[in-house]
């Protein structure tokens, strides 16, 4: 194992240090694992709150800040958080006006947000509202899942809400935004290689030379099936072909092709040229774009395709100023 880091048992913790100094308009809560944008709680504002097992970065303490996340809770490497976290970060954003939980859909995620949202209720009366993200038409029910699970939509539905609470929109009215967006994208995606987790010291599946696997999951679950190695063009086509089957989808969708940690953005570039030349033949519009590592797995070399479809409010919402480690513009 070649890896830059320290000791496998302190790696997010030595992560958040890093973090934390990096990025100074941050508030790293180093005993709780969470990470607070600098000025929460707001007052008046919902609070944004997400989180899961690390190895999946700038998902999810990268987009802490202004216009997308509040907080963000920090497991070990692909291993979700404990109530204790979750209820620490929901009680550290609460600005009176309640918290939403962005879940992805995964059973230790499902399980843990919902204790800690039993416990924020019962001491201290906060509000809690929750999304479950379940975008993968990869499979049905998978190692860590009871149904789809939650992928490439969970960064789309978290900028696009983070602008929505920052507008001063109700809790209600947030969560069924967040329920719409959901509801509006779908995702794929495949891995040229594996990843390997410190703890283990040795990859998690094994794949040869020749292969490669589509509706790998990012946690390194089983996909759909193994085939060989192919060109970009057939691999945007296999993972675009389920997407479109599973949903119609218009004009105005937001493409997001996303980097699963290992494969460079020149790459990534290539296979958005394939996705969006078969776009335009099935008469989709793409609105608006995004390309690189946002939700990662590691190591993993391997990409995934996520459409939404938006109208102009998504968009707008969309287009709306963000401050964050991972994702920023419009400020």
């Not at 809790?171 to 283990?200: H, N, Q």
């Amino acid at each position: 194992m070649k890896k830059l880091i320290n000791d496998p048992a302190d790696v997010v913790s030595d992560a958040l240090r890093g973090m934390a100094l990096a990025h100074p308009e941050l508030r790293v809560d180093h005993e709780n694992r969470v990470v607070f944008r600098g000025d929460a709680p707001v007052r008046g504002k919902v609070g944004i709150v997400s989180g899961g097992g690390s190895g999946h970065e700038p998902m999810h303490g990268g987009f802490v800040g202004r216009g997308m996340l509040d907080a963000a809770c920090a497991g070990e490497v692909f291993t979700s958080p404990v109530p204790d976290q979750m209820q620490a970060a929901t009680a550290g954003v609460d600005g009176g006006a309640g918290v939403l939980h962005i879940v992805k859909n995964y059973t230790g995620d499902i399980m843990n947000f919902e204790m800690a949202a039993e416990l924020v209720a019962a001491e201290s009366g906060i509000e809690v509202a929750t999304v479950v993200v379940d975008d993968d038409v990869a499979v049905t029910d998978s190692l860590y899942t009871a149904g789809r699970r939650g992928v490439g939509t969970t960064v789309l539905l978290e900028k696009i809400v983070g602008a929505a609470a920052e507008e001063g929109r109700p809790l209600a009215e947030v969560a069924d935004l967040a329920k719409r967006v959901d509801d509006a994208g779908r995702s794929m995606g495949m891995a040229l290689t594996s990843c390997t987790v410190p703890a283990a010291g040795t990859p998690t599946f094994e794949l040869a030379d020749d292969e490669m696997e589509i509706g790998i999951g990012i946690h390194g679950e089983p996909g759909r099936r193994r085939v060989e190695v192919a060109p970009a063009r057939e691999v945007a086509e296999m993972l675009l072909e389920p997407i479109l089957s599973d949903r119609s989808f218009t004009d105005g969708v937001i493409c997001f092709v996303n980097g699963m940690g290992g494969t460079p953005l020149i790459e990534l570039y290539v296979v958005y040229a394939e996705v969006a030349a078969i776009l335009e033949r099935s008469g989709i519009g793409v609105a608006r774009s995004l390309v690189g590592p946002y939700m990662t797995s590691l190591e993993m070399a391997g990409c995934s395709v996520t459409l939404l479809q938006a109208d102009d409010e998504l968009l707008r919402l969309w287009d709306a100023p963000v401050v964050t480690p991972g994702l920023r513009w419009g400020a």
